[in-house]
């Protein structure tokens, strides 16, 4: 398994506002994908980090909402940007070892509310 | 694409009781399924998973069983406990890599003491 820990854990933010979220995992992974869950819901894959390029969104998010960064095999980032209240969700960062692996590892989640 | 639907969508047994919660899949090429388990505040927890190869795989009080033909998979619990209480989630992916998991859309389970 791999040990993933997120900053925030929460947090509160005005309408507007931008956040970065940071994810950082105890060892080097080859896979770092970022979800949303929406309150009561099920998981939303975002976006798979990579390293050294533009991170890969899935149909439905941007670059510009979303931006993404992975300057290493160890660390990632999500900005939410100009949020807006339906933007209140958890967001998690999950980690797979490899590309030959489907086992994925999720961190703690970052619950963000805006108002 | 992949498509994953889970029953129920909640679950409630006494302490000690079996709980089975049930997926069915869409796209014959998947070939992993894991089962997560989230506990309120936390992340998804993997806590068994299966590959197409194998039609039954058990963990303590925990099994996966796998029909590849019906293209459905389900969880057992046995002798549920109190703290087995969470969301449920199960997920199917397929090769290269298998990172377009798809999951289901959970199962709140309640064990009543």
């Known amino acids: 398994s791999a040990v993933i820990s997120q900053k925030p854990s929460r947090d509160i933010c005005q309408r507007g506002t931008s956040l970065t979220i940071q994810c950082q995992v105890d060892?080097?992974?080859?896979?770092m994908f970022w979800y949303r869950q929406q309150p009561g819901q099920s998981l939303t894959l975002i976006a798979t980090?990579?390293?050294?390029?533009?991170?890969?969104?899935e149909s439905g998010f941007v670059i510009d909402k979303f931006p993404i960064s992975r300057p290493n095999l160890t660390f990632s980032t999500l900005t939410v940007s100009n949020m807006s209240p339906e933007d209140s969700s958890i967001y998690l960062c999950?980690?797979?070892?490899?590309?030959?692996?489907?086992?994925?590892?999720f961190g703690p989640g970052t619950r963000l509310t805006v108002l | 694409g992949e498509n994953v639907e889970q029953h129920p969508s909640t679950l409630s047994v006494q302490e000690g009781d079996s709980a089975v919660i049930k997926c069915t899949y869409s796209?014959?090429?998947?070939?992993?399924f894991p089962w997560y388990k989230q506990e309120l505040g936390k992340g998804p927890q993997l806590i068994i998973d299966?590959?197409?190869?194998?039609g039954e795989k058990k963990d303590q009080r925990i099994a996966v069983t796998l029909n590849k033909t019906a293209k459905h998979f389900s969880l057992h619990i046995t002798e549920t406990q109190p703290e087995d209480s969470a969301v449920y989630f199960c997920?199917?992916?397929?090769?290269?890599?298998?990172?377009?998991?798809?999951f289901g859309a959970g199962t709140r389970l309640f064990v009543k003491a």
């Open positions: 999950s980690v797979a070892r490899d590309t030959h692996t489907d086992t994925q590892y």
């Open positions: 060892s080097q992974v080859t896979m």
């Open positions: 980090a990579n390293q050294g390029s533009e991170a890969t969104y």
């Open positions: 796209d014959s090429a998947s070939n992993y």
């Open positions: 299966i590959r197409s190869n194998v």
């Open positions: 997920a199917a992916s397929k090769p290269p890599g298998g990172f377009k998991t798809i």
